[in-house]
C-alpha cells in the first residue's frame, strides 16, 4: 500500500478535526501573540475579529461535521491534482476554507496568500502540520500560479476580469464582489436586532457575509435599529473605519443626498445592493412580493440572508452570518463539487 493510500480520507479528517481542538485549545499567551501579529500585518484586523474568525472556524472543523460534509462526494481511488489558489485578506483567514477543500479532498495546494493575512493561514497550517506531517508535500504559498491542474481566485469584479483572462484555458472558480442582506419584518425584539448589528459590524463590514443592505417594511422607524446598535459604537475607535464614515458622511453632505446618522453608521436610501464601509443602503417594500422583485434584481450579489428567527425562507438568524456552515460554499459555488470534477 503507498503512503498516499496510506493518507485516506478518514486521516484527512481526523487531522482536520484535531486542528480543530488545537485552536480551541490554544493557550492564552499564544493566541494573543498570533493575534497581535495578525493586527500587526493587517490593520483592519483587530483581536476580536480574529478570535471571531477562530471560533468560526472550529464550529466545522468537528469529525461529525467533516464526515456529514464529505460523505455524498468519491474522494478516494482519484489521482491528486494541484489547485492553485488565489487567496483573499479582507477578513482574517477567509482563504481557510479553501485549505480546507483542496487538502481533504486528496488534492495538493498550491496557494498565493494574501499579503493582508498570511501570518494566520501560516501559523494554522503549521498547526496542521505537527498534527499530520503528511501533509507537507502536499502544500506550497508560491507568488505565480503556474503548473496547476485548476484554479480558486478570489477578488473584485475588477480583478475577475483579470482571472478570467489569465486562466482562461484552466478549469477554475472565479469568485466576484458579494455582500449580504437583512430583511426586516416590524416584530423583532430589541435582542434581535442587537443581533443584527453583529451580522453589520463585524469585521467593519468587509466580509461577503457582512450585512450591507436592509429590506424593511413600509414605513419602518429607523430609531429602533439606532437603540438597538449602540453597543457598537466602539466601532467608530477604529481609525481606518472611521476615516471611511467622515469621508462618506462628507461625500453625501456635498452632494445633497439624504441620509440617517447614528454617530458611528449612515444609512442611506438607495435600492443598489453593496454599500461602502460605514454606509448601510436600505429599501422599503410593501409586501413580500414586492420584496422578492427587490431581491431578484440582485441575486446574483447575494451571499447570504439575514432574519429574526430566520422567518424568511433560506435566510439566517440574526447574528449568525459571520458562523457559517461547511457547506455554506462562497458565490454559492460547491468547491467540493468543482474539485471532484475538474
Known sequence: MSASQKFNLICRVKAFAQLGEEIKGLPLAQREAIQQAA?????WFTSVNVEMALTGITKFLSEPALRRWTSPYTLE???PKTIGVIMAGNIPLVGFHDLLCVLISGNHLKAKLSSQDSVLMTYLYQLLLRIEPEFHDRVQFAERLDNVDAVIATGSDNTARYFEYSFRTTPRIIRRNRSSCAIISGDELPAEISAL???????????????????????YDLTKLFRGWEKFGTTLHHPKYANNYDYQKSILRVNRIPFFDNGFVLLKNDSSFVSPISVLYFEYFDDTGDLQKKMESHRG???????????????????????????????KIDTLKFLVEC
Open 301 to 331: 450579489k447575494i451571499q447570504c440572508m439575514v432574519s429574526a428567527r430566520r422567518w424568511f425562507d433560506g435566510s439566517e438568524a440574526f447574528g449568525q452570518a459571520q458562523f457559517p456552515e461547511v457547506t455554506d460554499y462562497a458565490d
Open 39 to 43: 493586527v500587526s500585518e493587517n490593520p
Open 197 to 219: 448589528g453583529t451580522d453589520v459590524f463585524s469585521y467593519f463590514g468587509l466580509g461577503c457575509r457582512n450585512v450591507s443592505k436592509l429590506y424593511l417594511p413600509a414605513g
Open 77 to 79: 481511488g482519484r489521482r
